[in-house]
Structures are given as structure tokens and as C-alpha cells.
């Protein structure tokens, strides 16, 4: 396996990344976004969490990339579940497994966790499920998470809802990349509350 470092693969993703300084949501000067501050001279990536940098920030860098080439649409307001985006279906078992399980396993028992666990991440509470949560996974593209508490017959279950303007931001993988990036943010602010 050929391993770039770290200065290679912001040379590769600087210029569309930069270009994001004061587009589709973010501020000028940095990019910040699921307690992640990126500078955007160096490309060094700041994890507020785990009060670090981040060593291979990689996959932040595709996934803004790609995000840089999306155009500003509204948001329709129309709620989708993964498998109902543009090619979502093909992805929809691995998107269970890395972004909806974990949700339901960490805050299934005490979904009051998963509030607070949003609002580190810039979220805000909603009105769905018996618990749910918007986070800005990124500006333009928020992720809608809802949980229904479990009881002695049912195991808790968890939906990840997206708008149906994701379909512009995003290529089709995507989503459940920045999905599982969330669901990993969500849980690790987990651990360190309990």
C-alpha cells in the first residue's frame, strides 16, 4: 500500500478545499465543522474533541473536495433515508452497519446523551422519533438522526435522515462516508461524557 504524507495530500486537495473560505456555508479564513477545525493555510486539521491533530486527515480532505464542486441549493425541506438517494440502495447495508448501529447501541439506553452529543457538534434538538437531532455534518448538508427508545420487547432503532438537496452536494458515496463520520464524532463525544 503507498502511503502519502501528510503535506502530499494537502498539496493534492488544497486549491478545491480552500475554495470552500466563504462558500456553501462556511466562514472565511477556516473551515469548521463535526469539531473539526481545518486551517486553511497549512491544511492541518484540528479535532476540538479529542483536543488533538489530527495525524491522516484524508478522508476530510476528499470529502470537502468533493463538496467544493456542489453550486448553493435550497434546501427543499424533503426528508430521505440513505437508500432513497441517488444510488444509495448500493450502499444502504454498509451504511447500516457503520452509521445507524452504532447510534442505536451508544444512545439506545440513554438517548438524553445524544442531545448534549449534538450540541457539541453545532446541532439542535427536533420533534421526530422519541429523541432526534439536526447536526451540520456539513454547512449544506445536515444529518436528521432519530431514535426510538427500546423497551423490554423491542430493541432501540435508529433512522439517519437526509434532505433531498444531499443529492447536490454530494456524489453518491459520499453521504454515508460524512454519515459514518458523524456517527463516529457522536459516539466518541459519547465515551468521554460517561
Keep these: 500500500m503507498l502511503v502519502f504524507g501528510f503535506e502530499t495530500l494537502w498539496r493534492t486537495y488544497a486549491k478545491q478545499?480552500?475554495?470552500?473560505?466563504?462558500?456553501?456555508?462556511?466562514?472565511?479564513?477556516?473551515?469548521?465543522?463535526?469539531?473539526?477545525?481545518?486551517?486553511?493555510?497549512?491544511?492541518?486539521?484540528?479535532?476540538?474533541?479529542?483536543?488533538?491533530?489530527?495525524?491522516?486527515?484524508?478522508?476530510?480532505?476528499?470529502?470537502?473536495?468533493?463538496?467544493?464542486?456542489?453550486?448553493?441549493?435550497?434546501?427543499?425541506?424533503?426528508?430521505?433515508?440513505f437508500r432513497d438517494l441517488l444510488g444509495g440502495y448500493a450502499y444502504e447495508e454498509a451504511f447500516l452497519q457503520r452509521a445507524v448501529l452504532p447510534i442505536a447501541e451508544t444512545f439506545g439506553g440513554s438517548p438524553k446523551i445524544l442531545v448534549k452529543a449534538a450540541e457539541i457538534l453545532g446541532g439542535i434538538k427536533c420533534q421526530f422519533g422519541d429523541v432526534s437531532v439536526e447536526i451540520p455534518a456539513f454547512p449544506k448538508v445536515p444529518l436528521i438522526y432519530v431514535l426510538w427508545?427500546?423497551?423490554?420487547?423491542?430493541?432501540?432503532?435508529?433512522?439517519?435522515?437526509?434532505?433531498?438537496?444531499?443529492?447536490?452536494?454530494?456524489?453518491?458515496?459520499?453521504?454515508?462516508?460524512?454519515?459514518?463520520?458523524?456517527?463516529?464524532?457522536?459516539?466518541?463525544?459519547?465515551?468521554?461524557?460517561?
Excluded at 177 to 182: Q, R, S, T
Design 149 to 194: 427508545k427500546g423497551d423490554d420487547e423491542l430493541q432501540p432503532s435508529v433512522s439517519i435522515f437526509f434532505d433531498f438537496s444531499a443529492n447536490n452536494y454530494l456524489p453518491t458515496e459520499d453521504p454515508a462516508v460524512l454519515a459514518e463520520l458523524a456517527t463516529l464524532r457522536l459516539t466518541l463525544i459519547a465515551q468521554c461524557e460517561r
Design 17 to 81: 478545499v480552500r475554495s470552500l473560505s466563504g462558500r456553501l456555508g462556511f466562514k472565511r479564513g477556516f473551515l469548521e465543522f463535526l469539531g473539526y477545525v481545518l486551517n486553511l493555510d497549512s491544511g492541518k486539521v484540528y479535532d476540538k474533541i479529542e483536543n488533538a491533530y489530527m495525524e491522516n486527515p484524508e478522508t476530510l480532505y476528499i470529502l470537502l473536495a468533493h463538496y467544493s464542486k456542489a453550486e448553493s441549493v435550497k434546501h427543499v425541506g424533503k426528508l430521505l433515508r
